[in-house]
């Protein structure tokens, strides 16, 4: 399919490129193939030398740091959206965190204050997010964030993140209802397990990825292609009739209910 037209004269905010493996920038270059003009937000210095270059590989208007927890600076960020466009098209919304240490043993021992911030980065900014978007974006508009099966069932070295996409999926849904009047959609990719820094900071992640690959009704493992693909159609007027949507990109592993009769042995963990 020739998607070089499919967003052509759009324009929106991506946030959370973390380097040149992460989602958010496959989204990020497809939606420029595909015609749209994209803003790049990001947190802190570290992540300002790696958005950058990227930036420029898009040919990004603008590129803005945003930190999430602070409401005034998502206000202020959207202020200068509206500065240089006026109005916008999409918002993908790239954005979790917890403590990599608490990520470890169980959830029974999740800090509070781990638990508040997992919560409110993970979750409550894409509220804080789809609430100044939605102030100056167009009817049909857009909002996409990522989700995971962890907040579905189990998942092991997941802990405190599966409640916080819990709460972003149902948020997901009281949104698109609040946003409905204005033509606003809302909507979740929810991936299954691929190589990215976020995934670096997960416990046994080689064995999640060989269980989903042996026991997902296409025996293989997602692509950031696959992904890509997904939001393009969330984003685009493809998808004009959907909101409100868990979208699951993961080879279908989230329909399987136990392991594959056909799995070789040597996969099982020793």
């Given amino acids: 399919m020739n998607i070089s037209s499919l967003m052509k004269d759009k324009k929106g905010l991506i946030m959370g490129v973390a380097n040149d493996r992460s989602i958010a920038w496959a989204i990020a270059k497809t939606l420029h193939k595909s015609g749209a003009q994209v803003a790049l937000a990001y947190q802190g210095e570290a992540l300002k030398k790696r958005v950058y270059p990227l930036a420029d590989e898009i040919k990004s208007p603008l590129i803005l740091e945003c930190n999430v927890e602070d409401e005034k600076d998502i206000i202020k960020m959207f202020k200068e959206i509206k500065k240089k466009w006026k109005s916008i098209d999409f918002i993908v919304h790239a954005i979790a965190f917890s403590n990599r240490e608490e990520l470890k043993g169980k959830y029974l021992n999740t800090s509070k204050e781990n638990f508040k911030k997992t919560l409110d980065v993970s979750c409550y900014s894409f509220t804080s997010v ?18 995971y099966f962890g907040s579905e069932k189990f998942m092991p070295h997941y802990n405190v993140m599966g409640i916080a996409k819990s709460a972003l999926e149902a948020s997901i849904k009281y949104l698109a209802k609040d946003l409905g009047k204005k033509k606003i959609r809302v909507n979740a990719l929810s991936p299954g397990p691929i190589k990215t820094l976020a995934a670096s900071a997960i416990g046994d992640f080689s064995y999640i990825l060989k269980w989903n690959e042996n026991n997902s009704p296409l025996k293989r493992n997602i692509t950031l292609d696959d992904i890509s693909g997904s939001a393009i159609y969330l984003l685009s007027d493809l998808s004009s009739g959907v909101t409100g949507e868990i979208h699951h990109v993961d080879s279908g592993y989230n329909i399987i209910g136990m392991k594959d009769t056909d799995s070789p042995d040597i996969f099982e963990k020793k």
């Fill in 130 to 147: 789809a609430r100044e978007a939605s102030k100056i974006m167009n009817n049909g508009g857009s909002l996409l964030t990522l989700s």
